[in-house]
């Protein structure tokens, strides 16, 4: 499957959905121990992401999850909780910002592949701008010190118009949740963000990333300023962020 | 060259680029294992610092490429030392207090774990607002979460060396982030290796001293690192990731028969 940007795209068919159903209700069946219910989503910027709800007398995660591991398509990543810790799922997840809008595509847009269908007892939080705020202070130091300076020492600039390209999306994807969008895909972030009035300045910095970054493909010589260019917008777009998620 | 020597010339050496910058520099400190005196010739890293600079110097575009590029020549400078090398980290004050990354970088808000190498010492300045504090505790339960991924080493037949190194790094992700965050949950705000002792007094017996084993895993040299000790550790860290958040969910609901 094709590769939108630097994020994994990798989606099961529906015909891979099926075998899952199969392979899952074989394996379940030679379980002693009781699974409630399987749910497959995918998420944009994350992956494929299968959840197996166990019953909360379940004791042995590791191995459950390992057992699963086993049968599940390479790419699908599995996450094993009991009943009793759904409602963990809830809290915000500012370091892992790709997976921030999981509850929503677990409950909204999802498949029942095991067992009883238990998404209406996912619930739905609505995105703090504490998150972003997080997400902010977690990734500054990632950006200035190792795709900064880590990339420029070297001379790495199509690689640091790479990463910044990733860490700019993500942080843009997480402002959108704080609006409510949580239905979002690489090549539509930036028309989502469009919509907002709010957002104006952060999506005029976003084109002008994205064209720099398309420059750099035919300007290899200009490298640096480039890439240069690319800090400081990215510098301004943190400083807006950081008043949006005030 | 790699022994002491060549690690306090570099830090000299740092020192005088930093003064070079003039009165734009506010402060400079050094964390990590040189900061504590426990430097590993060939080991260590340099530079394991933090600049903290005016607000300005950030603010506009020009003072700010002039910046870059002058961090870009020190960067070269200590490259070129031999020494295990990776960037230092740099700040506007307001930034330093506001937005300090409490996951990352644990040692700079801990006496004892940083020197001031230069300028004010402005360390019981740093810090981050009260809600990124509040959001990094309740991040825990997405990591426990997220360490699950782990297994993933687990079902892959031949691991090659890069698979190895990369099991590596996310069990030093784990010692280093879920202890800590596990500890801030039980109100104990402490670095990350004291933080695999008060986890003992809460774990089942066996736990602490499994942890530490981890510790010294992901610390050894990624060349040393045999696939048998990394597959153990991934082992031993999703069985601890469910351990830690078992005792923290008994806990929470122990307190709270209490408090009611």
């Known amino acids: 499957m094709k590769q939108i940007g630097p994020f994994d795209s990798f989606r099961l068919s529906a015909s891979g959905l099926e075998r899952l159903r199969i392979t899952l209700g074989r394996l379940f069946s030679r379980f002693e121990r009781s699974i409630v219910s399987a749910i497959y989503t995918h998420l944009p910027f994350k992956g494929s992401i299968l959840l197996v709800v166990a019953s909360s007398e379940e004791t042995a995660l590791p191995s459950l999850l390992y057992d699963i591991g086993q049968v599940v398509p390479r790419g699908v990543k599995v996450i094993v909780l009991r009943i009793t810790e759904l409602s963990e799922l809830s809290f915000q997840n500012p370091y892992h910002p790709e997976c921030a809008s999981l509850t929503w595509w677990l409950r909204l847009e999802s498949t029942v592949v095991y067992g009883v269908d238990i998404r209406s007892a996912i619930h739905l939080e609505a995105a703090d701008p504490s998150l972003l705020a997080c997400q902010i202070s977690n990734v500054l130091p990632r950006i200035r010190k190792d795709i900064a300076l880590g990339q420029l020492v070297d001379g790495k600039y199509a690689r640091l118009i790479k990463l910044l390209d990733r860490e700019r999306m993500l942080l843009a994807l997480t402002a959108l949740l704080l609006d409510g969008s949580w239905r979002i895909f690489p090549e539509t972030l930036l028309l989502e963000m469009e919509k907002r009035e709010r957002l104006t300045r952060v999506v005029e910095n976003m084109r002008e990333f994205t064209a720099l970054s398309k420059s750099l493909e035919f300007e290899p010589h200009n490298g640096l300023p480039l890439a240069l260019r690319g800090l400081w917008l990215t510098e301004v777009l943190v400083r807006n962020l950081r008043v949006y998620a005030a | ?260």
């Open chain 2, 1 to 260: 060259m790699n022994d002491a020597s060549a690690y306090r010339q570099s830090i000299e050496d740092f020192m005088r680029f930093c003064e070079a910058l003039g009165d734009g520099v506010l402060s400079v400190l050094l964390f990590g294992s040189l900061a504590k005196g426990e430097g590993r010739p060939g080991r260590s890293d340099i530079m394991d610092a933090i600049i903290v600079l005016k607000d300005d110097l950030l603010a506009n575009e020009e003072d700010y490429y002039r910046l870059v590029l002058s961090f870009i020549s020190c960067c070269r400078l200590l490259k070129n030392t031999q020494l295990p090398f990776h960037p230092f980290h740099y700040y506007g004050k307001e930034e330093a207090m506001r937005l300090y990354p409490i996951r990352m970088i644990p040692q700079w808000a801990f006496a004892g774990q940083t020197q001031k190498l230069l300028g004010d010492d402005l360390r019981d300045l740093i810090g981050a607002e009260a809600r990124i504090y509040a959001a990094n505790n309740m991040a825990y339960y997405a990591e426990r979460v997220y360490t699950q991924e782990l297994v993933s080493f687990l079902l892959t037949p031949d691991l090659d060396r890069k698979r190895i190194i990369s099991a590596q790094k996310c069990i030093k992700r784990f010692v280093r982030f879920i202890p800590r965050m596990a500890c801030s949950l039980l109100g104990h705000e402490v670095p990350e290796q004291a933080a695999l002792d008060v986890l003992e007094e809460y774990l089942p017996h066996g736990a602490g001293e499994t942890l530490r084993d981890l510790y010294k895993l992901a610390r050894e040299r990624k060349e040393a690192v045999l696939v048998d000790a990394v597959l153990t550790g991934v082992k031993h860290c999703l069985e601890l990731n469910e351990e830690i958040h078992d005792m923290l969910v008994a806990k929470a609901s122990v307190d709270k028969g209490a408090s009611d």
